[in-house]
């Protein structure tokens, strides 16, 4: 693992590469620090309380930690060909960036500030492009804190960014469970076809919704349109192929469904600022 401290409250893990090889990582952690685990790929398993106690975290999922009243230390077991980004902020420094939203933050509110907390939960797609940057950031060692500082900054934006958060009193057709699976069968489709998803009116009869109920729900489920939400996991996978170095510009942009490169270079470029090809670089 790759340790990054970018200052005196915010500290980053990350695997260096993707390899063949399990490995163990320990670190020892103060109880003033909130931890993230993002597992992206593969699997990684925390040990505590001397090995008495062992948490699996899979691919695709996040773990957040903080104990007010004991230390942490961070003892895990990287599988083989696993990505892993590993964020500690104090508890301070965290409370000041959602000072004027900690209400909505369940273990930083006044009731729960001193109070232990354990979540896991699905990476959300948005933060996926964020941790791939994390993993593949080539910079000089001059402008490496700057960039991660910014880079843990749109991370914690994506994930407490409240607006995402499901509002039944605004949505109340989400609040039959029937009609939340049926908007995220709805995602499932989409991603399933990316090369060719179907158009709105389609998806709708497909699921068995009105046309309003599944642009309402799933705005208000995934914080995003329909192919508002498909452009964006286009583009994450496009930045994770690309990653790889196992596709070339044209494989990206067919395999993705786009109808000719200069399209896809075009809304790249319009998602990272740069064009595939400097990215590849």
């Known amino acids: 693992m790759i340790i990054e401290n970018i200052d005196k409250e915010i500290t980053l893990c990350y695997t260096s590469k993707i390899d063949d090889n ?25 040990s505590y309380n001397n090995d008495s106690y062992k948490l699996n975290l899979d691919g695709n999922k ?23 980004v590993s964020l500690l902020i104090s508890i301070n420094k965290f409370h000041s960036l959602f000072s004027d939203s900690a209400s909505s933050i369940s273990f930083i509110s006044d009731d729960n500030l001193n109070k232990k907390y354990y979540k896991e939960d699905s990476i959300p797609n948005k933060t996926l492009t964020v941790l791939n940057q994390i993993l593949n950031e080539n910079l000089n ?19 407490y960014n409240t607006s995402n958060e499901v509002d039944l009193d605004q949505c109340p057709f989400l609040a039959d469970d029937k009609n939340i699976a049926k908007i995220k069968r709805a995602k499932e489709i989409i991603l399933q076809s990316i090369d060719n998803p179907p158009g ?26 329909v192919y508002g939400f498909l452009s964006e996991y286009k583009m994450t996978k496009a930045s994770q192929m690309l990653s790889s170095k196992n596709y070339n510009v044209n494989e990206v942009s067919q395999h993705l469904g786009y109808s000719s490169a200069s399209h896809f270079i075009y809304a790249f470029k319009k998602r990272f600022g740069i064009t595939p090809k400097k990215y590849l670089k």
């Open 141 to 159: 060692k001059n402008i490496k804190k700057i960039y991660f500082n910014g880079k843990v900054l749109e991370l914690l934006s994506i994930l």
């Open 22 to 46: 399990s490995g163990n990582f320990f670190l020892d952690v103060d109880l003033k620090y909130i931890q993230f685990h993002f597992c992206i790929d593969g699997n990684a398993s925390f």
């Open 200 to 225: 709105l009116n389609e998806l709708a009869t497909k699921v068995e919704i009105p046309l309003k109920n599944l642009k309402t729900g799933f705005k208000q489920l995934y914080g995003n349109t």
């Open 62 to 84: 996040f773990l957040t930690l903080y104990n007010p009243s004991k230390n942490i230390p961070i003892n895990c077991k990287i599988s083989p060909k696993t990505k892993l």
